[in-house]
Structures are given as C-alpha cells and as structure tokens.
C-alpha cells in the first residue's frame, strides 16, 4: 500500500510540472540521489555486467534501474527459525525500476523474521535514459496513463522470474528449504 501511494506521489509530482520544464530543461522539483548498490550478498541471475545500473533514492525509498544483470538477495531467517518455506519476493516498478527496498529487502526481512527463506528478485528492466530530466519525462508519459491503458510485459523480466524460481527450486536443500513449498509475492509489475 505504501509504494501505491509513492507511486501515486511519482505520478501527481511529475503531471504536476509543466510539460515546457522538460523540454526546457528547467530545474526539477524531484530530487533523485545516486546511491551505491545494496551492500547485501547476491546470487546472479545471468553473466551481465552490472556497470550500467543505477542506484537510486527518491522520497526515501531505493530504486534500482537500467538493470540488465538479474540477480537474487536472499534473506534467511535466524538460525533455528526456518520453516522450510521459501518465498521470491519481486518488486514493482512498472518495468522501468525495480523498487528494491520497500517492496523487496523490507518484505523479505518481515518474510524471514516469521521463519521463511526469502529471495529479492533484482530483474531486468526497459532501459531508461541516464539524465534526471528525461528519465523523469519518460516516467510522466508512461504513468500518465495509469489506468487508460495496460503496461505490456517485458518478456526479460518475466524469464528472470521464470530462472528464480528455477534457481531456488534446484538449490533448495543447500538452503534448507522444501522444493514443495516454494511462493511468490509480486507487487505492480512484480505481480504480473
């Protein structure tokens, strides 16, 4: 619920510019601060480079796009706690980012601290421009139209979700887990 509200924000700011201030290239009352990549262990997905990604804050919460190196974060419950159930968490984004910390690492730690193994799903995503301004105008066109019309599946993203779960399947007695009990929670594209 709250990313739909940050979502709604996104959206509400950006409609709230005038279209002149992008193509003007007037200073933008969205602030977007480069951050580093999660310092959280990951298992790779694929054998991309991650050189292109970029780490993001805006609003408080961390967003990770122009990802073309698909990778899991595991959590694991505290030592003793395990249930043998394990859950792929795949955050949202409307396949232009990947909304990694709320609708990912902080699901995922509540998920671990009831006894489940989890795993965050950094997938691939459309690639986006680099600058603010135009990552930003390219947002204002696509989820300006929240609600007109559906976003349409991006098939890299859909495979990454395909070869988590393969990944957990395949390696769940090295993680203690049953290859049975294996879930998925998804939130926006994430859940598509």
Known sequence: MKMLRLLAL?????????????AQGAPMHIKIDPLPAADRPSIPLGTASTASEQWEGMWGQVMVRNTVAPALYPVRPRDGKGNGKSVIVVPGGGYRFVSIDSEGFRVADQ?????????????????????????????????????KDDLPDYEP???????????????????????????AIGFSAGSR
């Open 10 to 22: 996104l959206v509400v700011g950006i409609l709230a510019l005038p279209t002149s201030a992008f």
């Open 111 to 147: 998920l671990a601290a009831q006894g489940y193994t989890a795993f965050v799903l950094k997938y691939r995503v459309v690639p986006t421009p680099r600058d603010t301004a135009s990552y930003l105008a390219e947002l204002n066109s696509i989820f300006g139209n929240i609600g």
């Open 157 to 183: 993203a859909i495979d990454d979700m395909a070869a988590a779960v393969a990944y957990v399947h395949a390696n769940a007695a090295q993680w203690g887990i049953d290859p049975a009990h294996i879930g």
